[in-house]
């Protein structure tokens, strides 16, 4: 539990006036926490999940220094808002964070608007997943734990009364041309971030986590959050949403098809046809699509498929949980459905029992939360109640808007937990300290480059970002973008709006129309889908072993490159290539594209995982490749093990497996094996299974209490690269 060195300081010299009184405690390795005031009863961490990994804290390094006082973090509170202040007086760093941010990737200069938000609003940082953290490359993080909606001034304030600066000779010398007068201005107000948060007038946790590097800074940050989430293993197979109004004769139609083309896939999502109602929810099945639900859900389990259910939790009169939820709802409604007082134990209590009792002991594996985010201002679909909503528990509107996804994945977390199953979700808001909540965030919005962006800015936050694929302009972009989901924490084809699979028409128009390719051109997509897919299939058992890694030492499996080579000022810029775990590289083709030109970061030489060529690191070059296939490098010295892919995983699948060798000194890796659905591992029940090579010679060893085989390691091959 917290060990808490509490020491009380008085407003000191250092301290500016306005700031109120504090307390900073110690809570563990490396973690700081900063009290202004009175914190609010409703903030991410009141609503932690679990408790911070203080053992696991322990092992990262130790006495890494902060590069300012901690008494140079100032709270002061106003009458309507509070002002968090932290010095950041560092022109040559870099910044990073704050969410799912689509917009941008280093964030020094910028002004953040931390909403949780369904749309993309620039550069903002209003995302499905804000989160009031930040990394600095000058090796620290820094969170701010709040559920309202902070403005970040991050590095461009300057304050009258700061001691001035030398001005740069660039300054002296200051022309008129609009690129100079902008440049001056760049340059100023580089000493704080400030963190404006309105409708806070009562006090606050900041909170400083140490590096010495930003990777060690995130993996602090997540291992307080709780530690990364464990995906049951067959999580992380293929997840194909159906057409919204597929009837059970069509789902059943398709889930045969994926076994006869041999498309590996473990989960079925139902999108909104499934209930009686479904904007708002009743949650109850449709008798006129469903009539035999029960038997649906059970032949779908008959070939292993998993069943993921739609919905959101705005309750519909007709639901059987809008009575017992009335007194424990918002004041106002959304498509005439209740607004659930997560916030309220016994309002939790009900929507998880309810999910318990109907869905998952009949057989549903996950839920897909949708429209738990804002609205942005200038959209006309009314899904957000007023941000002055009254709820009995207490909570404002606004705050249950930030916090509504988070609240949601937690109750459904504890239905799951209760019967010790783990789920794989999907969820379209959620907010900070979410590491450990196995959900992925997904959009209506559908930029390619922002779907890569938030795949590499999520690693900063502890949020899983889940690129799904609709529909596409072009076979290249469909490939792509079937591609780069292959090789994000899920693999989603969300075929929600079009009543034919994707492989017989990517264009919607033309699908809705049911003008489908020709049938050669349709099993040549199904083909090349398949292949994609067996390669993630390939992948699972390194994956999950990734996974395992962001547990116990939180750091995530897709991580941006300077979470990996943070020394390396090359990577600092780049936010569209990312780590797939400890020993590959991914550079997804954009759009239709068959080349880009790719860095390769410093430390090491890298080998492309298809071709074998080899690419001297600190490097940047032009490579080329069909779409779908995104390019994929292995980090020498690297084992990689490869399954012969399965097309679904059961619980007692075996994996086949080549480890292969990169480079002649390879580091040791550890693959887990356990049962791959339960939380027994959390009692110690796994192996770990530890694969090392050295000068040709090969070891496995296996540590642990887990009395099956889950991997059978047939070959190891060495590859030399060329
Ligand atoms: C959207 C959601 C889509 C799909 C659709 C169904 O709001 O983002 O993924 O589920 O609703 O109506």
């Not at 304050?159 to 340059?187: G, I, N, V």
């Not at 032949?299 to 939820?325: D, K």
């Not at 996974?547 to 941006?560: D, K, M, N, Q």
């Amino acid at each position: 539990m917290f060990n808490v060195i509490a020491l009380i300081l008085a407003l000191a010299g250092a301290v500016e006036e306005s700031s109120a009184p504090r307390t900073v405690s110690e809570l563990g390795n490396g973690v700081w926490q900063i009290r202004f005031g009175t914190p609010e009863a409703f903030t991410p961490n009141v609503f932690r999940e679990c408790e911070p990994r203080w053992e696991a804290l322990d092992r990262l390094p130790k006495d890494a220094l902060i590069p300012f006082d901690l008494n140079g973090i100032t709270g002061d509170i106003r009458a309507s808002r509070t002002v968090v202040s932290i010095p950041c007086d560092e022109p040559d760093s870099h910044i990073y964070g704050f969410g799912l941010d689509p917009g941008a990737f280093d964030q020094k200069g910028l002004r953040k608007w931390l909403s949780v938000c369904a749309s993309v609003v620039g550069k903002t940082g209003a995302s499905h997943g804000p989160v009031p953290f930040y990394v600095s490359t000058r090796g620290y993080g820094i969170y701010v734990d709040t559920a309202r909606v902070p403005f970040v001034h991050v590095a461009r304030l300057a304050r009258k009364d700061a001691p001035a600066r030398e001005p740069s000779a660039d300054q002296a010398a200051l022309s008129t041309s609009e690129k100079e007068l902008y440049a001056a201005c760049k340059a100023q107000g580089t000493r704080q971030v400030v963190f404006d948060i309105p409708g806070n007038t009562s006090g606050i946790d900041v909170y400083v986590f140490a590096g010495p590097t930003v990777r060690e800074a995130v993996q602090r940050f997540n291992l307080f959050a709780g530690g990364g989430c464990m995906p049951p293993l067959w999580g992380l197979g293929l997840k194909y949403r159906t057409h919204s109004n597929a009837m059970e004769e069509e789902v059943l139609r398709l889930a045969k098809s994926f076994r006869e083309m041999k498309i590996p896939c473990d989960m079925f999502g139902l999108e909104p046809g499934w209930q009686t109602h479904a904007y708002s929810c009743s949650l109850a099945w449709s008798g006129e699509r469903f009539p035999h639900h029960q038997a649906m859900v059970d032949q779908l389990w008959g070939m292993n498929f998993r069943v993921n259910l739609w919905e959101h939790a705005y309750i519909h009169p007709t639901s059987p949980l809008f009575a017992p939820l009335k007194d424990h709802s918002g004041e106002y409604l959304v498509w005439e459905g209740l607004v659930v007082d997560f916030p309220d134990p016994a309002a939790s209590k009900l929507f998880a029992d309810y999910h318990e009792n109907e869905l998952i002991n009949k057989g549903i594996s996950a839920f897909k939360a949708d429209e738990c985010d804002r609205q942005f201002i200038d959209d006309t679909t009314p899904f957000n109640y007023p941000y002055f909503t009254k709820f009995p528990s207490g909570i404002d509107g606004d705050q249950m808007t930030q916090l509504y996804g988070y609240l949601y994945q937690r109750s459904i977390l504890s239905a799951f937990k209760k019967k010790g199953l783990r789920t794989w979700g999907d969820v379209r808001a959620t907010t900070a300290l979410a590491a450990p909540l196995p959900f992925n965030l997904y959009s209506d919005a559908y930029e390619f480059d922002q779907y890569l962006r938030q795949l590499v800015n999520a690693s900063f936050c502890g949020l899983l970002w889940s690129p799904e694929v609709r529909e596409a302009g072009t076979r290249e972009e469909t490939l792509n973008r079937i591609g780069m989901s292959s090789l994000a924490p899920q693999m989603c084809l969300n075929i929600w709006f079009m009543p034919h699979p994707i492989w017989e028409q990517y264009n919607r128009a033309k699908n809705e129309k049911h003008d489908l390719l020709p049938k050669e051109e349709q099993q040549a997509m199904a083909g090349r889908i398949r292949d994609i897919a067996n390669l993630r299939m390939s992948l699972l058992p390194y994956l999950y072993a990734c996974f395992f890694r962001y547990r116990e030492e939180g750091l995530p499996p897709v991580r941006a490159l300077v979470l990996e080579f943070p020394n390396d000022p090359g990577v600092y810029f780049i936010d569209d290539q990312y780590m797939y775990g400890d020993a590959l590289m991914a550079a997804p083709f954009l759009r239709a594209a068959h080349e880009r030109s790719v860095y390769f970061p410093a430390d090491c030489a890298w080998i492309d995982f298809r071709t074998n060529k080899k690419y001297p690191g600190g490097t940047k070059q032009t490579v080329q490749g069909d779409p779908g296939d995104v390019p994929l490098f292995v980090k020498e010295n690297s084992l990689l093990p490869v399954a012969t892919p399965v097309e679904r995983v059961a619980r007692d699948t075996i994996f086949d497996l080549t480890v292969c060798v990169y480079g002649d000194t390879p580091a040791p890796m550890a693959l887990i094996e356990d049962d791959g659905e339960t939380y027994n591992y959390e009692r110690g029940q796994f192996n770990r299974v530890i694969l090392a090579w050295e000068k040709g010679k090969i070891m496995v060893t296996r540590e642990g209490n887990f009395p099956e085989t889950r991997y059978r390691i047939n070959a190891w091959k060495k590859i030399q690269g060329e």
